[in-house]
């Protein structure tokens, strides 16, 4: 039986002229060609090599305010002139504890001022023990319980802080303080147990001056700050 055709023979020159013309591109040594690529040998060069400097190579600067937030003290001279006695303080904590912004801060000193004065007008002492040093919640409680000795009840309504600024700032040993201006306004009245109003008002509009220093440890693991001390401006 004959297997051969014209089609088998025509595939066979076409295979055999192709053959022939990649030998004349790829079979021929010039001399030029690349070693073979060994995969582990190009991994140890690549760990041994020293880089060379390029004219198209841009050296990255170091990344000193995620690394070194420390020493980043752009947020501090915003809000305190470099030199001054409350700059100087800010960088102080600063140098203890990396983490801390003076803008985050006080974000956060506004919160807890409104927390701490409507947890005081309802009683709140859970509230209050979260947020405030021992001896100042101690004058809280005390104040509370000959509040609700005598049956008196206090409405507050908080409207809002036209301004918070801090006013002092410095390490205490291994403590940050930072003091805080507070200026807000509140709708706020005490009734006695038979609802007679006998301070404030429910419908006037009071602004209320404060300055209050709260602290934390920058030895310990705990991010909160506490309020240690308040006073009332006149």
């Known amino acids: 039986m004959n297997f051969f055709s014209f089609g088998t023979f025509f595939f066979f020159i076409v295979a055999v002229i192709i053959f022939l013309q990649l030998r004349s591109v790829l079979g021929k040594r010039t001399g030029n060609e690349r070693p073979p690529f060994d995969p582990y040998t190009q991994r140890q060069e690549d760990t041994t090599a020293i880089p060379q400097q390029n004219d198209n190579v841009v050296s990255l600067p170091q990344r000193q305010t995620a690394e070194n937030p420390a020493k980043d003290f752009t947020s501090i001279d915003a ?20 983490s801390f912004d003076p803008k985050e801060f006080l974000n956060g000193a506004k919160m807890a001022y409104e927390m701490i004065v409507l947890s005081y007008a309802d009683g709140d002492r859970k509230t ?21 000795a005598r049956g008196e009840k206090v409405n507050s309504t908080f409207v809002g802080i036209n301004q918070a600024k801090i006013t002092a700032a410095d390490m205490k040993g291994k403590d940050a303080q930072v003091t805080v201006r507070i200026v807000s306004e509140m709708i706020s009245a005490t009734q006695d147990n038979q609802g007679n109003i006998i301070d ?35």
């Open 79 to 98: 809000l305190a002139p470099a030199g001054s006695e409350l700059n100087n303080g800010l960088r102080n904590i600063r140098a203890h504890d990396a």
């Open 128 to 148: 209050l023990k979260n947020l405030l040093s021992k001896d100042v919640y101690e004058g809280f409680d005390a104040a509370i319980k000959e509040r609700e």
């Open 200 to 234: 404030g008002d429910l419908e006037t509009v009071a602004e209320i001056r404060d300055v209050w220093t709260f602290a934390r440890s920058t030895a310990g693991r705990d991010p909160n700050w506490k309020l240690i001390a308040t006073e009332a401006e006149d």
